[in-house]
């Protein structure tokens, strides 16, 4: 099942940024912190758009923005930092993180048919991603998904495969385009991991949810 979510590369995500608002009182003016959203075009989470338990939508008009403290919002970025790879970034087979790197995966994938030496291998790759239910990619190619998403990793997957990587790298390298692609589901499903055995991050994750930073 294919959804919209499997077009394009990145996005804009939404990020606290600290602004300050100034209000008069009966012994003199004070200055109080509020926080504001900007749109930032780095892969950040934004888990005010991801996570379905938070609180209730906006209602036409921002009565109240509440702040986050910065030990949640350093620990979100920390993770985001350690999943994410950063915009721009290289690796070792050509492409960089990029939507043009995208598009060279993308173009790998027509140009390259399954191997007999190695079609076991490619059957075995997890390419499953967010936006639809495909798991595993086909020898014959012709029941693998069509969206842009599965395309990159079917292309990428057979070209590591073909230049003798083995399933373990081919498979870590599928990962790190998949948190490339799709970051915030990413850091949002490994802060609910960690947050299993971690208590600092499960506590961090509540606080979000609290103070309506998601």
């Avoid at 758009?49 to 949640?72: D, E, F, I, K, N």
């Avoid at 970025?77 to 087979?93: N, Q, V």
């Avoid at 495969?161 to 083995?166: I, K, T, V």
């Amino acid at each position: 099942m294919r959804s919209q979510a499997c077009d394009g590369v990145g996005g804009f995500l939404l990020w606290p940024r600290a602004g300050v608002s100034q209000r008069a009182e009966a012994n003199g003016p004070r200055m109080v912190a509020r926080t504001r959203l900007r749109f930032a075009p780095v892969a950040l989470v934004s888990l005010a758009l991801t996570l379905t338990s938070c609180g209730p939508q906006g209602g036409g008009r921002l009565a109240h923005v509440p702040t986050a403290t910065p030990g949640p919002l350093r620990i979100l970025d920390d993770i985001r930092r350690e999943m994410i790879p950063a915009e721009g970034s290289p690796t070792d087979y050509g492409p960089s993180f990029t939507s043009e790197g995208y598009e060279v995966l993308r173009q790998w994938n027509l140009d390259l048919r399954p191997a007999a030496v190695w079609a076991d291998d490619y059957e075995r790759l997890n390419i499953q991603l967010p936006c639809c239910e495909a798991i595993h990619p086909y020898e014959d190619e012709s029941q693998n998904c069509g969206c842009g998403h599965h395309q990159a990793l079917y292309g990428l997957g057979k070209r590591l495969l073909q230049s003798g990587a083995r399933v373990t790298e081919v498979q870590a390298e599928i990962g790190r385009w998949r948190a490339f692609m799709f970051p915030r589901e990413t850091v949002q499903a490994e802060m609910e991991r960690r947050a299993l055995s971690d208590p600092a991050i499960r506590q961090a994750l509540d606080e979000l949810r609290q103070q309506g930073v998601c």
